[in-house]
């Protein structure tokens, strides 16, 4: 850190006595929490006294206000509303003191901060914590299906599992993980102090785990969990135990979290470039960022909509998805999709972004066709949004819709694969480094190719309809989203862990981590292709003895893969004091971010970094891709030097 | 590239290509083929498989042939040579795939256009679906729990549900489609081998859903025949099915229930041996108790089970009489 830096930073005065309960933090929130919340609570039951109808505390719209009212009052306590409450009363705004900067101790990490790089390493723990708690479901009913019958869980439990196990993995880690690790270095990576909007980034954290309490709580419901799967199809959601109401309400904390998150990357990356950096000199994980943050804000409003319509129809007695009232039962699917296939874009571009950093750092290289790279993922974007109806090609749809959306969703290959050649041409005649990070970017090439062709299969109408709904849907989401986006997630964290940290994980440690993970991944998941295109139907807790070797193989296998995460973990919080201590640029990488100390200055930058060439010029004699103050880390020598 | 490199890459590519046709032939993937739409849809698989063993042989050679022939030597901190492009191998890489994809959207298309076709006079079976059965309804108004077809001949399965989605599956028919409350949807088979198979539902649809099962027979035209006139076909429901017993079998209720009068053996619900206990516990008459159970399933609930768990559609779908005889069957058959 530079001493200019410190300057500007003071730590908050700790205030005391009462002033505690009215500073924002957790003292203010032991009040508001259940003040704010209550009075939600006690909306309903006066409109309801007043209409004259009975019950008065009726659980249904109770659950609907409360898991609204109680996550508003603790975010009113954290301080999440401060600013723009008192700009908006006309109260004097305090001072930009930037005191909501940076972190001392670990509590910092526990209050509204308004640094990207905080922020980032909040996702990001956030999302790994999520990870274990949704994994360990997974382990639980992989333990239920080694065997056919009934043996740990009943129907009802499993599906609680199931449900919450792929919600959490999608809208709790793998989304908000990239969120995190964009956070981290895409303000970095562009030449900005921070993101656009600081408190809204703040905020936009904060909703977060109020999402995967709000999922979580509903395990726990009077009455029973979401239990209708993560797609939740009406009517059957609309007509499961109260849980769904936690369901349908979560997803509107974690899709306005994204939003909010995405809008602020998109006006950060837009107007907050370094001079010098043209949209063709930026970096392609912030290119990805771009295309994925104007996915999530065109598409998240629709799984919105698809879940407040549940929630009416069951609430409200509105009939957008009974057929008995006249409602569209298909409508539900069309609007769910039309976001939930974009999602899975949102999910994988990201990882997209950060295999181009490290293959091309790790091969010594410049990424292979960088054009064609960065409009790939526009191609995509694009693509996207066209296609959400393969979801349901046996759904009953107009069967002529089935071919447009064919074609548009096998055309989706052609970027893809655009990437992949373009990945393998740039490792081609490099001086390829096979670090962990590195291992990582390998891998996920291999798992993703088997993925993304059996996502080219499931795209022909006439190879989907006898797979969809099986287990080789089951194989084909996990290898796209864990061989794709996870190992994406985990090539990230241990690519930038020696800058948020300035120490090197442990190499032995992290190829351990890859070699289980990919050995074990595939174990469990590649027999999954067979019982499905045998005929084991997914979501289900009891299946036909014949298919019980497979999955017996598959469970023992998934829990060798549960092993991985622990050697992981350890490895993460290890190395974070004991690790060797590294300098500002182990990867001998160009882009910004590694240009500046580990961990980077609270403000980033000193002087505003000057951009002069592309980002990954290596072996390019004498070129540099920015020139930064003197007080600054030295840009790395390239080629020849 | 030296003439050794080519060859190595070639070598490569063979043998990522050997082993993934070796698992994709050796391993039997995928059921034998039933009916005539599994035949052509068998075919645009293998179709798309041969591509994809083509693009992963030639993925899977290069990203070996890179990790082993350009491993940077320990201590080696240059670069590689600064490549940052190739026209005419990227215009290659993006026409090829779209080629190919084309090409399989083009066959995959022929394959559902002719999948379609019914042909003039098809055999049209109602496949009603409710939580968690199957019933299926021949034109001749009868209706079963088992669906028997015949060999060769054009079938049109008209789907419905009674209450939230469905889905017809038989692996070895290929064909799927899920049954949709408020709408129709249809599936064309034409079985071409007679045997035993499994109908499985694939969409979730409540806590009975793995349960959710039925059987197809395929016969041969004249043994279907034979079965479809012969007497002792069970009577439809509607068709003034008011005894207790074929209520009890064709509203479904053995799915769930254990019944030993009725041979059901279903785990989903309580079991239906011992009800005058569970009337007793409750206060009300042994035959008010079956009753209000059967229309109103949650003013109720025995020890374990949940509430919105049985259908609460039976209210609607059984008529009067026939709610009658069913009470009167389950109270005279349970102890």
Known sequence: MTSVAHDHHHAPASPSGLRKFTAPGWYRVLWTTPLVGLIGLGIVGLIRSAAGWDPVWKSGPLATVGTVSFPMGLLIGLGGFDFWTYYASGKKTRPESHDGHGATSWKDYFRINTDHKVIGIQYTVTTMFFFVVSGLMALLFRAELAKPGDQYFNPQTFNILVTEHAILMILLVIIPAFAGLGNIVIPLMIGASDMAFPKLNALSYWLLPIAGITFMAGMFAPGGGPSAGWTCYAPLCAHQPMGNIFFNMAVQWGGASSIMTALNFLVTIITMRAPGMTFWRMPLLVWANFSTSLLVVLATPFIAGSQFFELFDRVMHTNFFEASGGGYVLGYQHIFWFYSHPAVYIMLLPGFGIISEVIAVMSRKPIFGYRLMALSLLAILVLGFSVWAHHMYVAGMAGWLRVPMMASTLLIAVPTGIKIFSWLATMWNGKINFNTPMLWATGFIATFVIGGLSGVWLGAVSIDIPVSSTYFIVAHIHYVLFGGSVFTIFTGIYYWYPKVTGRMYNEKLGKLHFWMTFIGFNATFFPMHYLGTQGMPRRVADYAPRFHDLNAFASIASYFLGASTAIFLFNMIWSWTKGEVVGSNPWRAMTLEWQVSSPPPIFNFEEVPQIVGGPYEFGVPGARHAILGSAQAEPVATGGH | ?335
């Open chain 2, 1 to 335: 590239m030296t003439r050794g490199s080519i060859f190595k890459l070639l070598a490569y590519a063979v043998v990522a290509g050997a082993v993934t046709t070796a698992v994709a032939v050796l391993i039997p993937w995928l059921p034998t083929a039933a009916t005539r739409q599994a035949d052509r849809m068998w075919f645009s698989i293998w179709f798309a498989e041969i591509i994809a063993i083509v693009v992963f042989a030639v993925v899977a050679a290069v990203l070996v042939y890179c990790v082993v022939e350009f491993r940077a030597k320990p201590g080696d901190l240059s670069d590689g040579p600064p490549t940052h492009g190739h026209t005419m191998l990227e215009i290659i890489w993006t026409a090829i795939p779209t080629v190919l994809v084309v090409a399989i959207t083009i066959v995959a298309a022929i394959v559902i256009h002719d999948n379609g076709k019914a042909g003039a006079n098809p055999l049209v079976v109602k496949v009603i679906t409710q939580q968690f059965t199957y019933q299926f309804e021949y034109p001749n108004g009868k209706t079963y729990d088992i669906l028997r077809l015949p060999k060769d001949r054009n079938v049109k399965l008209d789907l419905s549900s009674k209450d939230v989605i469905h889905s017809f599956w038989v692996p070895a028919f290929g064909e799927k489609s899920d049954a949709v409350p408020g709408i129709s949807t249809s599936i064309v088979i034409t079985p071409t081998r007679t045997g035993y198979y499994p109908v499985i539902c694939t969409q979730l649809c409540g806590l009975g859903h793995a349960l959710m099962r039925s059987e197809a027979i395929v016969l041969e035209q004249a043994a279907f025949d034979t079965w479809y006139t012969s007497a002792d076909a069970a009577p439809a429901p509607a068709a003034g099915g008011d005894d207790g017993k074929t209520i009890y079998t064709t509203a479904g209720c053995g799915a769930c229930h254990t019944f030993t009068a009725a041979g059901s053996a279903g785990k989903i619900g309580p079991s239906l041996d011992n009800l005058s206990s569970a009337a007793a516990k409750a206060g009300q008459s042994l035959d008010d108790f079956i009753s209000s159970s059967i229309t109103d399933p949650d003013s109720s609930l025995a020890a374990g089970y949940a509430k919105g768990v049985m259908p609460s559609t039976y209210k609607t779908s059984i008529s009067g009489t026939q709610l009658d005889s069913l009470v009167k069957y389950l109270a005279e058959n349970t102890k």
